[in-house]
């Protein structure tokens, strides 16, 4: 069969897999670097998740460069498998995060006062906006290999 | 090829598209009763994306009855693409605007007192709970017709 361009083991899907892992560590940096992250439910959870799929998002980055590097495409249906249930799960993890964190900074701002110091909810709003980033690669991969699993 | 349960056309896919129209109905219902939902962003999102999920819903439950009725799936790739794509976009919102909710609800619950009186917030969980149901359901739909286009 032809190759799926963005699917595993190419290097559209290195590039998708690098991309999550720079915003998804992006978003992890600034949201703990902000230091009161602890006091709100949905950015302990972004940080949670975030911790998640940098890891993830390595790892497979690793195996599409490998497979690049030596020109041979995963194409193994248990393999897939794993990939597109584990990312599936992971890009919705990865949208609930970031629109709870949106929303919890929408409300923030409009509280207004001391809730929300500047220099805390501008690195609160970098940080939602890197884990939406994160997410839309993230369902990109999912698809492309989805496709890939349901034509082999 | 053989019918793949859950896909448009099949009895399954009629329970489904029941099932979100119920569950959408009663969240839009449930926060549009507690009356100070236009004073945050994320229950307003709530209200217009069950607004949107609604009718396509209830449209496509009438096409899923029809076509069980007369016993003739539908096979037609452009209308497949139409309805893969709307419903995955509307799953998706339908996600975010949980989330978002379910974040705005626990963010109101923690600062206590005045901004969340105990009749109003029940209903926004209700609500934020049958939005999730919803989207399950929805999500469900797509990927059971992904599955159905991919292998046409």
């Known amino acids: 069969?032809?190759?799926l361009p963005g699917s595993v083991g190419t290097s559209a899907s290195f590039s998708l897999r690098l991309g999550q892992t720079i915003f998804s560590s992006a978003s992890l940096l600034f949201m703990s670097m902000g230091v009161e992250?602890?006091?709100y439910t949905a950015f302990c959870y972004l940080v949670t998740i975030m911790g998640l799929v940098i890891p993830w998002s390595f790892t497979l980055a690793l195996v599409d460069g490998y497979s690049v590097l030596v020109r041979r495409p995963i194409r193994q249906q248990g393999v897939l498998i794993i990939i597109v249930v584990g990312d599936?799960?992971?890009s919705i993890l990865t949208l609930a995060a970031a629109c709870s964190s949106a929303s919890v900074i929408d409300v923030l701002l409009h509280s207004g006062g001391s809730n929300c110091p500047p220099k805390f909810c501008s690195r609160y709003?970098?940080?939602a906006a890197m884990a939406f980033l994160a997410w839309f690669l993230s369902s990109a991969t999912s698809l492309f290999?989805?496709?890939l699993l349901s034509s082999l």
Do not use: A, G, K, R
């Open 1 to 3: 069969m032809d190759e």
């Open 37 to 39: 992250f602890y006091s």
């Open 88 to 90: 599936w799960v992971l």
């Open 125 to 127: 709003q970098v940080s």
């Open 145 to 147: 290999n989805f496709w």
